[in-house]
């Protein structure tokens, strides 16, 4: 969408880009609290981050390559304590840290109109920072560690109707994936929604996780005005021990996510975000 | 009673019920981010949580009719004094099912056990596979045996020495 740097892909000047959500779901802190995240936030985060909302827990899906994608794909866990995930916002509302037992996120959203995207470099450095300091105060408070399990990368888009397309039924001037409909046999869609899934492997073809992408039609709260919002969420294992190996495929993740969002838009709404030549 | 969480896999409990999903593709939901607040999202896959395989056609519907009978059965059922199908237990039941049928699982056979517990089984080609949920414990027993070697493991959820879903295929594959 919008990446300058080593990997030769396509910069947009105006990316549709709402938010970015960098998490990891970890195990072994089998120590950490609700309390103990409270205490971690106000040790380290509550100066920048004053914002405290609970929020019931996420369960990321573990992306699976050792069934066949219709065998079995669930999961099962006992738990006898309750858990929350605890939101720590800025006072402007631009990010958010999300923690609960198993689970650590940091999010990046566009709050005006005018502000722009600062960048993957500064999404990776505030992950790698929040996750530092909670690594470090689970250590040092004999909670256990944070061994990472599971990397996800998501960019969320707000593709509002205006530039490039008017109706909801206009997915495909937005998505190459969404195919026109020919003749006159049959009305034009009211709206559409579209789910898509693909492997990211490594560099042996060795699959590492996956890359979903959906568009849903949806309605800005604030005016009415139609959009539709399109996740690209990359999902796989670490590729090495700790933070590092989560930055590994995070880093993999976010090229991938970037690479699959130009080759499925369409050249008509890379016009409207500023295509870099 | 112990609460079932879907620690992993496309279930639609809790904040799942939310996850933006269309047929197999999970990006992250409205939960998770702040921007979900600014916009309201058309479509009946999101707010029903029907994105996973809770149809009519599944199995779900006829295991948990099945589960209501268990549940049905006074004490003394087997002549031998069993116990009454344990309530708290019999409504994990249900949430392993719905999970399971969520995740693509072939239809298990439900077994009541003379200790008012359930037992979740299945069986294919000399392979035996069954989830014990006893009363009054905070832990399932998975159990596993080839019939042909004799070889067998058994303990807690969670502690099995490969996945679960990979155990299971291998089960039901041989079928």
Redesign the interface.
């Known amino acids: 969408m919008n990446a300058r740097g080593p990997e030769g892909i396509v910069n947009f000047r105006n990316p549709p880009i ?2 970015v ?1 960098v ?1 990891v779901a970890f195990k072994d802190a089998a120590g950490l609290s609700t309390a103990h995240i409270g205490e971690c936030w106000r040790a380290k985060w509550e100066s920048r981050f004053p914002r405290v909302e609970e ?8 992306e ?1 390559f ?15 304590r ?2 929350t995930r605890l939101w720590f ?1 800025t006072d402007d ?1 631009h990010e ?1 840290i ?1 923690v609960q037992r198993d689970w650590f ?1 940091c ?1 990046w ?2 709050v005006s109109t005018g502000s722009e995207y600062d960048r993957w470099p500064a999404r990776r450095a505030a992950f790698e920072t929040f996750y530092t300091d909670l690594e470090r105060f689970v250590e040092d408070r004999g909670l256990g560690k944070v061994t990472p399990v ?1 990397c ?1 990368v ?1 960019y ?1 888009n ?1 593709i509002v109707a205006g530039d490039g397309w008017q109706n ?1 039924g206009e997915l495909p001037a937005i998505l190459r994936l969404a195919g026109a409909i020919g003749g006159e046999s049959v009305s034009a869609p009211e ?1 559409m ?5 693909f492997v990211i492997s490594d560099e042996t073809d060795t699959p590492r996780g996956r890359l ?11 005016g009415g005005a139609p ?1 539709y ?1 399109m ?3 990359a ?1 796989g294992g670490p590729e090495g021990e700790g933070l590092r190996g989560a930055l590994a495929f995070l880093d993999r993740g976010r090229a991938q996510i970037v690479r699959t969002f130009t080759a499925i838009t369409t050249e008509s709404m890379h016009e409207v975000w500023g295509r870099d030549a | 009673m ?10 639609n ?4 019920r939310e996850r ?9 939901g409205r ?5 979900g ?7 009946p ?2 707010d029903t949580g029907a994105t996973v395989a809770w149809t009519p056609e599944s199995w779900l519907q006829g295991a948990l009719q099945d589960l209501q009978a268990l549940a049905a059965l006074r004490p003394g059922w087997d002549s031998y004094g069993a116990s009454a199908i344990d309530a708290d237990t019999a409504t994990l039941a249900s949430e ?1 099912l719905r ?2 049928a ?5 239809r298990p056979a439900l077994v009541p056990t003379s200790d008012g517990g359930i037992q979740i089984e299945w069986f294919g080609a000399g392979l035996e596979f069954q989830l014990e949920l006893e009363p009054r414990t ?3 027993t998975l159990f596993f045996r080839d019939l042909d070697t004799g070889a067998f493991w058994e303990g807690p ?2 502690e099995e020495p490969e ?4 155990l ?2 291998r089960v ?2 041989h079928g």
């Open positions: 709402t938010e959500v998490g929020h019931p827990p996420y369960s990321p899906p573990v699976r050792d069934v066949p994608p219709h065998g079995p794909t669930f999961a099962l866990e006992l738990s006898v309750p858990t916002v509302g958010l999300q996120a999010n959203r566009k599971q996800e998501t969320v707000h909801l709206q929604q579209l789910g898509a899934s979903h992408v959906t568009a849903q039609p949806a309605a800005l709260r604030d959009l919002v996740n690209l969420t999902r | 112990p609460k079932l969480l879907p620690a992993s896999g496309h279930s409990l809790q904040s799942e933006f999903a269309t047929g197999h593709a999970w990006t992250i939960d998770e981010t702040l921007s607040r600014q916009i309201i999202v058309f479509g896959m999101l392993v999970v399971l969520d995740g693509n699982a072939p905070e832990h399932i959820l969670g996945p679960f879903p990979k299971l295929w039901t594959s």
